[in-house]
DNA sequence: GTCTATAGTATGATAGAC
DNA sequence: GTCTATCATACTATAGAC
């Protein structure tokens, strides 16, 4: 167990409250004292408050990144990958039934704020959408690739936004298993539309 | 025209702004200078944040309500209540594309504030899935009306946030055809689950 | 009902000692 | 690298004149 650096544990703790209670929402001094340090030692690392969010959306790409690569090591078929993807509903359970996804509502707030790294954001649902793209047309479905990659975006993102508003466990297995049987059915050639 | 009074203006415009900008994000000085007039004068109308927004949760309940009665007294079939739902994804193209969906957002962003009033938000929601579990009742689906109200929820959620984050008219429009394709089939009883 | 003036607090951000 | 002030600003909210 390696001790991450004073920069490092900011990030980290501000990923988090950004997530959990918005990025407007999140203060300095929240942090700070999440993470044990003073607000001035805090400038030292971070002189402005974009800065920092620059640098959580980029941990973020990052990790996201790297997920992606590994599940497409893990999972050799398109089919595996897709359901992997979507499996992250069941994993991140509890989480998302609180706060919804991480990726969703930081697009969301930002868009709202008007807020210049927006379109950094938006980077990590591009990501998304572009690796479940190349799954889409490694099934064989080259046409529609990319419709079907933001049908299953946007489901994940509705599952989402319905957990944390009242949904319960029970309602997200049902949609994974729904949207499941989907993929089956594209990978069988079964949906054209 | 009735001339409105300044307090239905003022929700009025707390309305859009809360909307377009976030709750959190949005402030007194704001509203008033919308309307056009002091924030001393403001608070006379209203004397908390708290209030004003327990006001416009109130506006909008009220005004959905009014909404689904509507349809329920054009349309005669249960059908074309529910793609009456699914078209205000269509009607409010323009909007949802730039704010998402003013209902799942206001959710989000109360749920993340950890604020009081996000039980009265929520219920805006609850709305949406108890008319539409009704149709879906009306259609003979009686076991599965609840899941199948959520579903139809949690897809408009998602098309609102990925219209809002890159997605384009298309979409949006590729999507509602899906789901109206979906409700067909219910309706023929070709799915189960 | 409308206004001006102002209190009190929290925030983002800076300066400078150690 | 870390700390203790401190500043300027914006905000919610109140008091009181007209």
Known sequence: MIQLSTRDRII??????????????????????????SRGNFYHHFRTKDEILAAVI??????????????????????????????ILVTNQSKIMRYGCPVGTLCIELGKLDHPLQGEANKVMELFRAWLRRQFEALGCAKDAEDFAMHVLAFSQGVAVLASTGGDK???QREVKRM??????????????
Request: glycine residues 6%.
């Open 180 to 193: 499941n049987q989907w993929i089956e059915e594209v990978a069988a050639g079964a949906i054209k539309f």
């Open 58 to 87: 980029g941990e973020r790409l990052a990790a996201r990144r790297h997920l992606l690569e590994a599940w497409e090591a893990r999972d050799t078929d398109a089919v595996s990958r897709i359901r992997s993807f979507i499996h």
């Open 170 to 172: 029970e309602f997200i």
């Open 12 to 37: 980290k703790e501000a990923d988090r409250l950004f997530y959990e209670r918005g990025f407007d929402n999140t203060s300095f001094s929240e942090i700070a004292e999440t993470v044990g340090i």
